[in-house]
């Protein structure tokens, strides 16, 4: 099967479209905490042994300027620097329990967001966009043609 012409456009506008449904979840409740260090937060959850020097490089960023975001997390009681068990000399980021919670309300907020468009869409249409989203998914991943996957297409 041949594919459209502006096939990565319409990819790059339903991108574009899913972003701005995510930030405005987010905006929409008023969470007190700037996207970026949200972004943190999410990294940190995603990686429990990271350090400053590793979350700058994840955020491509001078250690300085992760530091500094550290700080604000930390003042605000959503990160806490504690020695690393295995190395005394490192030290660890931990989320407190505050963070975990705000990860999670705003996890929920999203998948609420997106939830109410695709209820807006045909059942059909969302059995396809989830074909489609899974082989984007593996190709982008793998690097190679995904397989078909049966499970997936009765869901």
């Given at each position: 099967?041949?594919?459209p012409?502006?096939l990565?456009?319409?990819?790059?506008a339903?991108?574009?479209?899913l972003v701005?449904?995510l930030?405005?979840?987010?905006?929409?409740?008023?969470v007190?905490?700037?996207p970026t260090q949200?972004r943190v937060?999410?990294l940190?959850?995603?990686?429990?042994?990271?350090?400053?020097?590793?979350?700058?490089?994840?955020?491509d960023v001078v250690?300085?300027?992760?530091?500094?975001?550290?700080?604000?997390l930390e003042?605000?009681?959503l990160l806490?620097?504690?020695?690393?068990?295995?190395?005394?000399?490192?030290?660890?980021?931990?989320?407190?329990?505050?963070?975990?919670?705000?990860?999670?309300?705003?996890?929920?907020r999203r998948?609420?967001?997106v939830?109410?468009?695709?209820d807006?869409?045909?059942a059909r249409a969302?059995?396809?966009?989830l074909?489609a989203?899974?082989?984007?998914g593996?190709a982008?991943?793998?690097?190679?043609?995904?397989?078909?996957?049966t499970?997936?297409?009765?869901?």
């Amino acid at each position: 099967m041949d594919r459209p012409p502006d096939l990565a456009a319409a990819i790059d506008a339903a991108a574009e479209a899913l972003v701005g449904v995510l930030d405005s979840a987010t905006s929409r409740h008023q969470v007190a905490v700037p996207p970026t260090q949200l972004r943190v937060l999410a990294l940190i959850r995603e990686r429990p042994e990271t350090n400053v020097n590793g979350l700058a490089e994840l955020l491509d960023v001078v250690p300085s300027s992760a530091s500094r975001l550290c700080d604000r997390l930390e003042a605000t009681g959503l990160l806490r620097r504690t020695p690393d068990p295995r190395d005394r000399r490192e030290v660890r980021l931990v989320l407190t329990a505050a963070a975990v919670t705000l990860l999670a309300e705003v996890r929920e907020r999203r998948h609420r967001a997106v939830q109410a468009v695709l209820d807006r869409m045909p059942a059909r249409a969302q059995h396809e966009l989830l074909l489609a989203l899974v082989a984007f998914g593996q190709a982008a991943a793998s690097g190679t043609p995904p397989q078909t996957d049966t499970a997936v297409r009765t869901a």
